[in-house]
């Protein structure tokens, strides 16, 4: 072959010798009739492509290969067969790399819209002109006679070519063969169409359906940080490969949630969250234009000057993800921009349905951050009024310590009505309260108040419980009618010990006894505040006797709903009680440690009474001189209370040798009870490190963990154990070698 030229359709090469034109026609027939039961059939973009070009060859060409127009007007290979297949391979590269050169040809026919024949020149001698050149190299990759060129035509737009090399038998096509190629080709377009409206309605659909997953994560939290990170993640891969949002801060953006399809690449985009990383003239420019409410689109491209500077002010960004095509939907609070979350894709543009997505989570973000922050005023002014409404201290109860505390929910939206309160009515009994008011918000702390100062003052001339309770619930009711709670109220006398109470509808308190058994104070039942008038008959008032009790426990459902799992949850209160820790520590804190891990759904309230014999000391181990006067006290009440063959050296040996190991692997706070049992003394040491290792531990190597300080207690001391819990800290008892009498607690 020594060239090739451009034919019109009227070039078009007679039939061969010998073969007969009414067998052609009844093959391109053929032809036809199959590729329409094939592409039928197809579905999908990829499945039409493939169905065509080999149907094709089977009955209408040695070689078919269609040609897409991107989005950036270059062709690429979508089709390809080739007969015999054992040559496709080779073909298929040859084209790959012309097409790869932008052929003249190709881009001729995407441009025109008509098709085109090109076949050798037989015989020619003079040089080629460039675009004959183009045609030659075309028809020696498709190793074709001559090669056949149409148009994909949608309405008047194309979309691409569809080239055909005829079969050894076919040395070029006629007329009617380019009609038939052409009517092929509209069959083509028509199914390629169908099937991308298919998949662009789908693509729209699957959007809107990670749209509302991502609406969905807006408003799991209230903590802005968390929502737009969840929001971040939600959308990266469905919809984007990766996603920064940004806050203003000081008229900065500032990365504040973002995240990546590639693992390798979110570790880089994590590590942006609190820098500034775009340029401050690109930024000013993005923040004037975002505050108009109007979202930037960029591209490969984009040649608008905001977006081209917008692309170069955050280009170490761009250089590192590597985007084709990026989305900027500012988010507003209270009509004032708050930030913007951008979108990055790496392989394709983004389309209207994209855009018409992010531009609603925009304006859904705007709305969930005004939904934030107007319950973060409500929480923070509920939690004010908890912190008025609640004791400001707890009194002093002879013979007996006590120590409470109240938890908010860490959920956002549940901030609850629970109160305690211990409440002095003479010097030898107190009102013992608590309760949890129904619903959450102000209203509910508005309830909590005015019940908590209701009973505390009706207690002041009414001494039954039930009378209190009722009294209390007659003035609910003038105040919020349908306001409910639950509550118990006792009565505790340290005379003798004794505890009149009434329960209306509380989780019953759970008492520990002196050989370690608990007992819960099921007497004393009726109906809860609100609902007690509907049968005043069903409130009782019972008694118990604490003699024997070393722990009295009130508690809130809060404390054992916090696992979600209320059975669990007793189970984990009923083991700490059983703890001796808590004997010898702020037991309220200790037995929240144990029962609640991580962040409650509800509030948490507690109101324990500790009765031991025991001193005790709480300081910071750091701190010397609060050390130095323990060690003096300790030693001081030591001395009082043991027999003259008491060894008072070893004693204070083994306190310095405990305190010494928390100092050196625990730090901070300590707790120290110097119980009295029988003839015993016991020394508890309580810090709050990160716990020793196995949960008791009783044999101590001089060499293993806290090396020779516990050895060497264990050689001095009559008993040691050790205990370790988690979220609290390590518990060391040592029975001392000393032989002591009785006295009454005290707390130092």
């Given amino acids: 072959m020594a060239g090739a030229v451009m034919h019109d359709d009227q070039d078009a090469a007679k039939p061969p010798a010998g073969f007969a034109v009414s067998d052609r026609r009844e093959g391109d027939l053929g032809f036809l009739a199959a590729l329409t039961t094939k592409l039928a059939v197809a579905q999908g973009e990829a499945e ?91 028809l020696d990759a498709f190793e074709g006679r001559a090669l056949l060129l149409v148009p994909l035509l949608v309405t008047t737009s194309v979309i691409g070519v569809v080239s055909f090399a005829p079969p050894p038998e076919r040395e070029s096509y006629d007329d009617a063969a380019v009609e038939t190629a052409a009517v092929a080709v509209r069959h083509l377009a028509l199914a390629l169409e169908n099937a991308r409206s298919i998949a662009r309605e789908r693509r729209v659909t699957e959007r809107f359906g990670y749209l509302e997953k991502a609406k ?68 000013r420019l993005l923040l004037e234009h975002l505050r108009t409410h109007e979202s930037v689109v960029t591209n490969v491209l984009s040649h608008d000057d905001l977006q081209a500077l917008f692309r170069s002010s955050s280009l170490p960004l761009i250089e590192a993800l590597q985007p084709r095509a990026e989305i900027v939907v500012p988010f507003f609070a209270n009509d004032v921009l708050a930030g913007a979350i951008v979108a990055y894709a790496s392989r394709d543009d983004f389309g209207p349905s994209d855009i018409e997505v992010f531009q609603e989570i925009g304006r859904v973000s705007t709305l969930a951050l005004d939904h934030a922050r107007s319950f973060a005023r409500e ?38 009505g629970d109160w305690y309160d211990a409440f002095s009515l003479d010097e030898d009994r107190v009102l013992l309260t608590i309760g949890d008011v129904t619903g959450h918000g102000l209203q509910a702390s508005a309830i909590m108040s005015k019940l908590r100062h209701t009973l505390n003052a009706v207690a002041l001339y009414e001494n039954n419980p039930s009378a209190i309770i009722d009294a209390a619930e007659n003035v609910l009711l ?48 009726g109906l809860p505040i609100g609902l007690r008038w509907m049968n005043p008959r069903s409130a009782s008032v019972a008694t118990a006797s604490l003699e024997r009790a ?108 405990l305190l010494g190991n928390v100092r050196r692997h625990a730090t901070g706070h300590v707790d120290v009870a110097l119980e009295f049992v029988g003839h015993k003394a016991i020394l508890h040491v309580v810090d709050r490190g990160s716990g020793l290792s196995g949960r008791r531990r009783t044999q101590v190597a001089p060499l293993s963990e806290g090396g020779r300080g516990l050895w060497l207690v264990q050689q001095l001391s009559r008993g040691l154990r050790i205990e370790s819990f988690p979220r609290f800290g390590s518990h060391v008892s040592a ?13 130092v």
């Fill in 48 to 138: 039409i492509l493939g169905g065509f070009s080999l149907t094709a060859v089977e009955r209408f060409c040695a070689t078919c290969a269609i040609h897409l127009i991107g989005a950036d007007g270059a062709l690429t290979l979508g089709g390809f067969a080739h007969q015999p297949r054992d040559e496709a391979g080779r073909v298929y590269q040859a084209i790959s790399r012309l097409v790869a050169s932008k052929l003249g040809p190709l881009q001729q026919v995407s441009r025109g819209g008509d098709p085109l024949l090109l076949r050798p020149e037989i015989g020619a001698q003079a040089p080629l002109a460039a675009q004959q050149r183009q045609g030659q190299y075309l």
């Fill in 216 to 283: 969905n994560e807006l408003f799991t939290t209230l903590e802005p940080e968390q929502m737009l990170q969840r929001v971040a993640e939600s959308l990266v891969g469905p919809l984007a490969d990766g996603i920064i949002v940004y806050t203003v801060d000081r008229e900065r953006l500032q990365v504040i949630a973002a995240a990546h399809r590639r693992t390798e690449t979110a570790a880089l985009v994590a590590g942006l969250i609190g820098t500034q990383p775009l340029k401050p003239e690109g930024e």
């Fill in 379 to 416: 929480r923070r002014l509920t939690k004010v009024l908890q912190e008025a409404t609640l004791p400001a201290g707890l009194p002093t109860i002879k013979g007996a310590i006590v120590s409470a505390i109240y938890s908010p929910a860490a959920t956002e939206l549940k901030v609850g």
């Fill in 478 to 525: 003038r105040r919020f009618p349908n306001g409910i709670a639950t509550a118990f109220v006792g009565i505790y006398d340290s005379r003798d010990r004794s505890l009149v109470y009434s329960n209306a509808g509380h989780p019953w308190p759970i008492v520990r006894l002196e050989d370690g058994s608990l007992q819960e104070l099921t007497g004393g039942r």
């Fill in 550 to 657: 070393v722990l009295l426990v009130l508690y809130t459902d809060g404390l054992i709903e916090a696992t979600r799992d209320p059975i669990e949850g007793g189970r984990l209160l009923e083991a700490s009680l059983r703890e001796d820790a808590a004997l010898h520590v702020s037991a309220a804190p200790f037995i929240e440690s144990c029962c609640v891990d991580g962040p409650a759904a509800d509030d948490v309230t507690l109101l324990v009474l500790k009765f031991a014999d025991a001193v005790r000391w709480s300081f910071d181990v750091e701190d010397m001189t609060m050390a130095r006067r323990f060690r003096a006290n300790f030693v001081e009440e030591l001395k009082a209370r043991v027999t003259a063959s008491s060894d008072i050296d070893s004693a204070e040996l083994i306190v310095g040798e």
């Fill in 735 to 747: 029975v001392l070698p000393v032989d002591v009498g009785e006295r009454s607690p005290v707390e």
